[in-house]
DNA sequence: CCAACCCCCTGAACGC
DNA sequence: TGCGTTCAGGGGGTTG
């Protein structure tokens, strides 16, 4: 599932292969595009260039040479593969844009829940990129922004991680691996953490994704050999995916719950409840 | 404003 | 062996 690291290496990879390339042809096989009509997608995309990738959360953004912005939401399993013309496309390719150097850029997506939008120069951005909370690396992500807008939330603080609106970026994977780190239980309640709690996290938050984008870093042969299905990180996550294995820190087996829907894996020794009495 | 729930979609894992 | 059921999960939408 890609998370900002993912997206962030698939922007750092493609966008090189992308920037300049005209888009001679876009086929649309299944309904991925949000807004606006595929009909016009199709007619407004094609003839146009390449300019820069950004990301922004877990939204990729390709400005065209005329100023439109198409922006792609991976979701759960959507890809981005660059592949020469003549190679088959993988079974659940949704667009195609033919490019003038003999390559197709691909989105497959087993699941389908990724989704295109494309907005003119000056239109508004629904796609709710534009709803996100600061990036992790933003200065603006402090412990007292955080508690301003978490500290009376009776949700639980792993909830709070997978906002957007919060911070953007963040997903199953490193929300346990950020509060692994900050030694707090993924279900304390948000209204339970101190000021020092919210600060230790809003540092974490931006060290570990910091962390786990640059471990992602992977070859764009090595990308594509793997279908983009190689996610780097695996070897370095601390709990997720390890659930009934030892703690790395302290040995003690890790346990899996819910949270929010979400399942996830912690330390029952070493995440805790903030140490003072509850705020307030 | 917020919480709780549904929905989308497919393949893997599981149960009989 | 094979078929039906359950589950996972990002985020938008709806309902209460």
């Not at 534009?130 to 955080?146: F, Q, R």
């Not at 992977?218 to 659930?243: C, F, M, W």
Request: charged share 30%.
């Amino acid at each position: 599932m890609p998370e900002l690291p993912e997206v962030e290496t698939v922007r750092r990879l493609l966008e090189p292969c992308l920037r300049g390339r005209l888009i001679e042809k876009v086929t649309v096989l299944r309904q991925v595009i949000a807004h606006p009509g595929a009909e016009e997608f199709i007619r407004r995309v094609t003839g146009r260039r390449f300019d820069i990738m950004k990301r922004r959360g877990k939204f990729l953004g390709f400005l065209l040479d005329d100023g439109q912005k198409m922006v792609l939401h991976l979701r759960m399993t959507g890809c981005l593969l660059i592949e020469p013309a003549g190679v088959p496309a993988e079974k659940h390719t949704h667009v195609v844009f033919s490019l003038d150097d003999g390559r197709e850029l691909r989105f497959s997506d087993m699941r389908r829940f990724g989704r295109f939008w494309l907005f003119a120069p000056g239109e508004a951005d629904s796609s709710g990129a534009e709803k996100l909370g600061p990036e992790p690396s933003d200065p603006a992500l402090t412990g007292d922004y955080l508690r301003a807008k978490c500290g009376k939330s009776s949700r639980a603080v792993k909830e709070c991680l997978l906002d957007q609106s919060v911070v953007a970026g963040i997903g199953n994977i490193y929300s346990d691996e950020i509060l692994f780190a900050a030694r707090l239980m993924p279900s304390c309640p948000a209204s339970r953490l101190t000021r020092r709690s919210w600060q230790q996290l809003a540092r974490l938050i931006g060290e570990r994704i910091s962390y786990f984008t640059e471990k992602n870093k992977i070859s764009l042969e090595d990308y594509l050999r793997s279908k983009g299905g190689d996610y780097r990180n695996t070897p370095y996550l601390q709990v997720y995916g390890h659930a009934g294995q030892p703690c790395p820190v302290c040995g003690t087996q890790l346990r899996r719950t819910v949270i929010g829907g979400r399942s996830s894996v912690y330390c029952p020794h070493c995440q805790k409840l903030p140490r003072t009495k509850k705020t307030q």
